[in-house]
């Protein structure tokens, strides 16, 4: 029994949900030995409007205890300006359960969805580690003489050895496990000679110890230039939080958009793991029935095969590309079909893939 909380959020994260939950209870519909159970969690902009519970202090390490994954869609509604429930969640799941690894594959799955002249599914097929839990995002700072003509803004980056050794070596065990040759390590360790020098040095001693895997280093403003000159010489890429956040939009892009992005969080140690598409709640067509629910779905094989069921997240992943290749697509991706009619797709194509 694989046991998923699930949070659906706000905007569209509550409709792209609802078809990841509709495409993996299909598959379990054909495939009697994939058990699941699901506990819904309402937390979001609707829950805190009415009772002003973002994420309850206590909660997460109980969540924890009682599944095997989470399954999040997206938080941030315009009705709560200041997004504070939306920190909750996210600051609760990621840094309160320490889930250090986000992981984000960057798979082109068509080329006419790569913006790159001549790329295909061979050229765009990486992995981004982007540490989450430090970096420039642990809001670690503050503001002095705020609003006056003297006003500082200090914003500090926390680099702390376990936490950069750990990401890492999360980024060789996976390459070393997934047959992977190639792992780029990314900084900017030439300018940020204290908080970086840590990830040059700490890189070093771990690459040693893989010394099967080819190791490659590039300043990150060489790597962005990089991924769009030559996204094939790229397999695995390990790097910072804010980074991380911005080379992995970058991937999104080259594999067709926001709207096909996974990712997973996970603390390996741990053993729970948070999965979630990349997009946020999208306001401005939340309800419209045109969010495009790959992501979300990709999101689900993604969290499948880290909880050990390979083929079935298979399935899912032949699926998606079954309806690219028809064209059963919503408009971002040059469909005509609303965020249900791609979910019937995908059901019907579980059904018949997993069986
Ligand atoms: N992990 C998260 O929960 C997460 C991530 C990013 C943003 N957010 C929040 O989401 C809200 C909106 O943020 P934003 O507008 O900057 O980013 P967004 O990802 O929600 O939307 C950016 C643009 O992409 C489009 N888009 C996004 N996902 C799509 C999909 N699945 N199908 C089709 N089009 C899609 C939107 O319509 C919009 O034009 C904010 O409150 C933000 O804080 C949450």
Redesign the pocket.
């Known amino acids: 029994m694989l046991r998923i909380a699930v949070l659906p959020?706000d905007g569209?994260g509550k409709e792209?949900i609802d078809v990841g939950v509709d495409v993996m209870n299909a598959l379990a519909e054909v495939r009697p030995d994939l058990k699941l159970q699901y506990e819904w969690l309402d937390y979001g902009a609707d829950r805190y409007l009415r009772d002003g519970v973002g994420f309850p202090d206590d909660e997460r390490n109980a969540i924890a205890e009682r599944n095997d994954a989470i399954f999040l869609g997206?938080?941030?509604?315009p009705r709560v300006p200041s997004?504070e429930h939306?920190r909750q969640i996210i600051l609760e799941t990621r840094f309160g359960l320490d889930l250090y690894v986000n992981l984000r594959p960057c798979k082109l799955l068509d080329a006419r969805f790569c913006p790159l002249k001549d790329k295909g599914p061979d050229d765009v097929d990486f992995t981004v580690f982007r540490e989450n839990t430090e970096g420039l995002y642990t809001g670690v700072g503050g503001i002095f003489k705020k609003g006056t003509a003297d006003e500082v803004a200090i914003q500090s980056s926390i680099n702390t050895r376990k936490g950069v050794e750990r990401i890492i070596r999360a980024a060789y065990e996976f390459a070393d496990k997934h047959g992977k040759k190639r792992v780029c390590m990314s900084d900017k360790s030439n300018a940020l000679r204290y908080g970086h020098d840590v990830w040059m040095r700490v890189w070093k001693l771990v690459a040693a110890e893989y010394p099967a895997i080819e190791s490659r280093h590039l300043y990150v403003d060489v790597l962005a230039m990089e991924l769009v000159r030559h996204p094939e010489d790229f397999e695995v890429i390990v790097t910072s939080n804010l980074f991380g956040d911005i080379i992995t939009d970058l991937g999104a892009a080259l594999q067709g958009g926001?709207?096909m992005a996974a990712s997973a969080n996970m603390n390996p140690e741990r053993g729970i793991g948070m999965f979630?598409?990349v997009?946020?709640?999208?306001?401005?067509?939340a309800g419209q029935d045109?969010?495009?629910p790959i992501?979300a779905v990709a999101s689900t094989a993604l969290m499948l095969q880290s909880l050990g069921r390979t083929a079935d997240g298979a399935v899912i992943e032949q699926a998606i590309a079954l309806a690219l290749a028809e064209n059963a697509t919503?408009p971002?991706l040059g469909g005509n079909l609303g965020t249900r009619g791609v979910r019937d797709f995908l059901v019907d194509a579980v059904r018949r893939l997993g069986a």
């Open positions: 959020g569209i792209v997206a938080v941030g509604d997004n939306a926001l709207g979630e598409p997009h946020g709640s999208a306001p401005d067509i045109k969010a495009n992501a919503t971002d």
